[in-house]
């Protein structure tokens, strides 16, 4: 199985930092990258597809960049709703695989 | 828009049978174009794609589950359904179904259901 790893673990930061997350696969796997977005309660939604495809109804304040193994999220302006767990997951080839989680906290 | 919510028991005595239902409601289940999918999270833990079953019940399993693991569909319902035999303790995690275009991008999930195996 392809290999996720995601960092930081857990990230503290204030209402309108900008922050990064990044996320590394073991091998290639091109721009077959996703982003997800978890809050307690809540369905995770999809906020970026194919490494830097922002979904439908996503504020443009999300990006995400990279390809091959290297992989990031960036928060340009964080906004009260936007702490919450985020999750990438490569769709390179079944089983797919998740990073293992960032939780993003209120400083 | 289309809603997944999963449905079934809380609590399997270790060797015994999980079964859970997703049912799809705003969609129809055999409408072409999408995978119906299982994904769990361990308490405190990461994500495991478990599977998926398409609308022509095609299925595809995690190899180090297959062998424990059956995806479903009740059409006529606009149904999902997980079966996992054999249980362990190794098995108590959060259960989620999901829609996956095809392409391996979950784009609508449930919400989830927490499933304990103990006796």
């Known amino acids: 199985d392809i290999q996720m790893t995601q960092s930081p673990s857990s990230l503290s930061a204030s209402i309108g930092d900008r922050v990064t997350i990044t996320c590394r696969a073991n091998e290639t796997i091109r721009k077959y990258l996703n982003w997800y977005q978890w809050k307690p309660g809540k369905a995770p939604k999809v906020l970026i597809s194919s490494a830097s495809n922002l979904r439908s109804g996503v504020p443009s304040r999300f990006s995400g960049s990279g390809s091959g193994t290297d992989f990031s999220l960036t928060i340009s302006s964080l906004q009260p709703e936007d702490f919450a767990t985020y999750y990438c997951q490569h769709m390179f080839i079944a089983p797919y695989t998740f990073g293992q989680g960032t939780k993003l906290e209120i400083k | 828009q289309v809603q997944l919510q999963e449905s079934g028991p809380g609590l399997v005595k270790p060797s015994q049978t999980l079964s859970l239902t997703c049912t799809v409601s705003g969609g129809s289940i055999n409408s072409g174009g999408y995978y119906w999918s299982w994904i769990r999270q361990h308490p405190g833990k990461g994500l495991e794609w478990i599977g998926y079953i398409s609308d022509s019940g095609r299925t595809k399993y995690k190899p180090s589950l297959k062998s424990r693991v059956t995806i479903s569909t009740d059409a006529s319902k606009s149904q999902f359904s997980l079966r996992l035999r054999a249980v362990t303790a190794a098995d108590t995690a959060f259960y989620y179904c999901?829609?996956?275009?095809?392409?391996?991008?979950?784009?609508?999930w449930g919400q989830g259901t927490l499933v304990v195996v103990s006796s």
């Open positions: 999901a829609r996956d275009d095809t392409t391996g991008l979950f784009d609508n």
